[in-house]
């Protein structure tokens, strides 16, 4: 039995993760300042009394000695918003990176071994390379937020290069699932919901990318801890495919019944600053270990979109 540390656990990762640590018998302790989760999220466990939970934020103090005696944390607590990362870069950058740091600081301070860190696929920026390997270079983010992760990865290095700690970072594909409140499937959704005849579609609608189930996320990041102990360990985590954006506009039409939608694109390559057109990460490395994705992009989407119809 490990004791385990989440922050953000409350958020739609984080508490997928919170399941799954629960389920083979960790004791947990979330931190989370539900400024995006929600305790809903973690109602059952808390009901059960089978995790801790403690409402902090990370750039405030008074959470840091929770740590002492944690055998890992795993650090998922982050300002997820890509799109808005360009409106307020100030705070994506306290969130993301001054947030890693404090982290880092309290684990060192109350003697925390291992951290698991959730990155992106957008650290690499407009890769050349598709399928885009882990070793990829030069790494220059296009988004405020692939930049901070970016930056957060650099200073968990360095603090296992310089306190003897070990790590796990995951470059994400698109993780898509129950308990997501953002993204393209849920802007879909709820734009239909408002309006079921049109659909206002950002860019071309040639977008092209990787979608992976939240449930495969969090089992792809328990097998990497379980079988990759070198000091720094990056891997990718996304599916062996792609869909597009229209696409994924016909599965949410189609799963809602709505055969006669007109969508309407707003034009260009990419649907925001700092979107990339095209994205697939190779997973070569976690496969090497014997880890396989169970699910397609489109089965991915198809599932996301049928458990968000479920939810609202």
């Known amino acids: 039995m490990m004791f385990g540390i989440v922050t953000g656990g409350a958020g739609f990762i984080g508490s997928h993760l919170v399941d799954a640590l629960v389920e083979r018998g960790d004791d947990v302790l979330v931190i989370d300042n539900l400024a995006s989760g929600d305790e809903a999220n973690l109602a059952r466990h808390l009901e059960e009394g089978r ?15 929770q740590l002492r005696g944690a055998d890992r944390v795993y650090h998922i607590a982050a300002d997820p918003d890509v799109r808005g990362s360009v409106r307020t870069p100030a705070m ?52 405020v937020y692939g930049a901070s992760k970016l930056a957060g ?17 995951f470059r994400f594909a698109n993780i898509i699932g129950e308990r ?37 996320c969090v089992a792809a990041m328990l097998f990497a801890v379980t079988h990759a102990n070198e000091a720094y360990n ?18 949410v039409a189609g799963e809602m019944g709505l055969s006669t939608v007109q969508y309407r694109f707003t034009g260009g390559d990419r649907g925001w600053v700092g979107d990339v057109p095209k994205m697939q990460l190779a997973v070569d490395r976690l496969k090497a270990l014997g880890w396989r994705p169970q699910t397609t992009s489109p089965e991915s989407v198809r599932n996301a979109v049928r458990a968000l119809l479920a939810s609202v």
Request: charged share 20%; aromatic share 10%.
């Open 180 to 216: 997501s409140n953002h993204g393209v499937i849920w802007d879909f959704v709820h734009k239909l919901r408002a309006n079921p005849d049109e659909l206002e579609i950002l860019g071309d609608g040639r977008q092209t990318k990787s979608y992976l189930d939240v449930q495969s």
């Open 51 to 65: 995790i801790q939970f403690l409402e902090a934020d990370l750039l405030d103090d008074g959470w840091q000695e």
């Open 153 to 169: 990865e650099a200073l968990i290095s360095a603090y296992c290069a310089s306190f003897a700690m070990r790590a796990w970072v």
């Open 234 to 251: 990056v891997f990718n985590i996304g599916s062996e495919d792609w869909v597009d954006v229209t696409t994924i506009a016909d599965i």
């Open 92 to 143: 994506m950058f306290a969130n993301n990176v001054v947030a890693t740091e404090r982290v880092l600081e309290a684990m060192r301070e109350q003697g925390v071994p291992e951290i698991a860190f959730t990155s992106t696929s957008t650290v690499y920026g407009e890769a050349a390379v598709i399928p885009t390997p882990e070793d990829y270079a030069p790494m220059e983010p296009i988004s």
